[in-house]
């Protein structure tokens, strides 16, 4: 905290900075000036917390300077000092919520206990503050989702939290909604969503506008922006652009605005065409912000036309292990999706889900094994935030099945069943060397030989090497509890799988899962 004295003796101000152990009272800084006029000027630019003020002084007295300061740092403590046992000012002093009175001459005990008072009344102004603060933030939150539901049923609660938060919404208000939508895997590096929302608010102020957000579903943030006249055209663009700004540090990010609408039973109608653009938000570049004129221009956008049975003729691709017709096939897939407003997510959703299947399904056809990292088709489709994301991920995966299918020899068909058979089914604990040889109808002892011989490996170290992959796999994704992990790669017994997997990586589960996390910051 910062002290300032105000006494126009030179000797009082240094014999008080003397005689006191400043920092035993979390005082950081004390400061001086000689009379009023310095001491409102230096309040000004060093903020105090504490001010420990005479009371008679030239140019300007104690009580005025008081006055004038509270205009601007309404919530510093003022303490009075003063040689007179005067009334009327210690009238004033009272009237003002001084602290203490200390007369003169000073005693340095006094002086401590009303520092030690003042200090308390601040920190209460504080909490005060900020639970009115957290208050007035719920509040705008709950009118913000009260906004985002059609008028017929939340008009009695948007009349209530508007005029317990004084905020006029009237019929000639006009509103503009906006929705960002964010990854929630980000690193801890990114800004504080209520900072960017303050962020937001002082820049609209420049603009006689005022904000209010709502968090939903975790990854999206819907605000209303609103004032008294509809903004033009080009403060929008300045407003979009900024807001933008804020969240660049997300690097994955989506941002729409709804059309502006007068009238706050209309501000739903903005909100409503936000969502819509969101939709399409998925198949434009992560960062874009999708303005209400994409809706008008929505139609008048060419794209080539989906093949009339994409999945069966990217099978018949990969089955002719045509790479440059895969290529081709998947190049016309992207021009169609790409920037196309006409067509929801799930639309291409559901055809990726069905062209990684059929991808996994010539790996089965052709015998060669999937990697034990791969990761499957739904959680692929999940974990993408963008169109561009998804597409440059079964990129990958074609990438890598045409160089697999290069490299590799060609395994001999038990082989692959052993595999095949252990990848459906190493979840299993009581999965066992006779269970795998029943499923190729070979004997247990035949069964190990053959599979060392072809393999160098035991089938018990290969099943091992198996669940300890997919466990580093389950591992670098937060969601998943460690107990859960074990069971689900074959362990129910926690702590066998925790001596596994550290044998077999050299840390814990749990260390390398640390270590995970600060590769990804």
Known sequence: MKLLIVDDEELTRTGVISSIDWKSLDIDEVLQADDGINGLEAARIHKPEIILCDVRMPRMDGIT??????????????????????????????????????????????????VQEASEVYRQKLRTHRGETLHSMETASRLALALATPYRFSEKVISELSQ??????????????????IDTEQDFSVPAIDDIYQNICDYLSNFHLQCIYA???????????????????????????????????????????????????????????????????????????????LLKDRDLRSHPPLPEFPEKEFQDLLALKNQDGCNAFLGQIYDFYNQNTQVLPNHAKDLYYKLFRCLDEIY???????????????????????????????????????????????????????????????????????????????????????????????????????????????????????????????????????????????????????RISCKQL
Do not use: W
Request: glycine share 4%; proline share 3%; charged share 25%.
């Open 364 to 514: 089965r056809q052709l015998q060669i094994s999937l990697p034990s990292d791969r990761e499957n088709a739904v959680d692929t489709l999940e974990n993408s935030f963008s169109f561009q994301d998804l597409h440059s991920k079964l990129l990958d995966r074609i990438t890598d099945f045409f160089r697999e299918l290069q490299d590799s020899v060609q395994e001999n068909q038990t082989i692959f069943l052993i595999k095949e058979y252990i990848s459906k089914n190493y979840g299993n604990e009581s999965l066992s060397v006779k269970d795998i040889s029943s499923h190729v109808f070979l004997s247990a002892s035949y069964v190990c030989t053959f599979f060392k011989n072809e393999t160098g490996k035991t089938l018990n170290q290969y099943l091992t090497e198996y669940r300890m992959e997919k466990a580093k796999q389950l591992l670098a994704d937060p969601r998943f509890r460690i107990a859960d992990i074990s069971s689900k790669v074959g362990y129910n017994d926690g702590n066998y799988f925790g001596k596994s997997f550290k044998k077999y990586t050299g840390f814990s589960p749990s260390e390398y899962r640390e």
């Open 65 to 114: 300077m008081l006055e004038k300061l509270e205009q601007f740092l309404p919530d510093t403590v003022p303490i009075f000092m003063s040689g007179y046992s005067d009334k009327e000012y210690l009238k004033a002093a009272i009237k003002l919520k001084a602290v203490n009175y200390i007369e003169k001459p000073l005693n340095p005990a006094e002086i401590r206990e009303a």
């Open 164 to 181: 317990e938060l004084s905020l006029y919404m009237g019929s000639d208000t006009c509103f503009t909604a906006l929705i960002a939508k």
């Open 215 to 293: 968090e939903k579903k975790a990854q999206y943030l819907v605000y209303f922006i609103f004032g008294s006249s509809m903004p033009q055209e080009a403060t929008l663009d300045l407003i979009r652009d900024y807001i933008s700004c804020q969240y660049q540090a997300y690097h994955k990010f989506y941002i729409t605005a709804g059309g502006s609408f007068t009238g706050v039973s209309k501000a739903y109608q903005s909100y409503e065409s936000a969502v819509i653009l969101q939709q399409s938000s998925f198949f434009f570049p992560s960062g874009s912000f999708l303005s209400s004129s």
